[in-house]
């Protein structure tokens, strides 16, 4: 059996769900991006979903779960934030999907 570390796992499991989109996991977005209206909803649910421009800077532990983007003249964050399955407290496992709830925001840089 092949083992793979916990960064990798996290990494994994966080691309999975942000490539899949709202429909798997828990996706919010802030009220700035949403009074922007449905058109930039959808666009900004896209361009996270497709989001690929990792970096040392933007992803220093290689657990892909923030990324910077420009979109229609806006500067926005994207943050997956892994939670115990009750959501109330941090994960303490979150290569563990058992174990972990992971809910990704979507929000505008000024709302930072």
């Not at 209206?37 to 970096?55: D, E, I, K, R, Y």
């Not at 892909?64 to 943050?79: E, P, S, T, V, Y």
């Amino acid at each position: 059996m092949i083992s793979i570390s916990p960064a990798n796992r996290i990494r994994e499991l966080n691309d999975e769900m942000r490539r899949a989109g709202p429909s798997c996991g828990h996706w919010m977005m802030t009220q700035g991006v949403m009074a922007e209206g449905p058109t930039f909803m959808l666009l900004a649910t896209s361009a996270v979903q497709t989001f690929s421009n990792f970096t040392p800077d933007n992803d220093p532990y290689g657990e892909r779960d923030f990324g910077a983007l420009d979109l229609a003249g806006q500067r926005m964050f994207w943050k997956i934030d892994c939670y115990d399955r009750d959501l109330r407290y941090g994960s303490n496992d979150p290569s563990n999907p058992s174990k972990t709830t992971r809910v990704l925001t979507i929000m505008l840089a000024s709302e930072y």
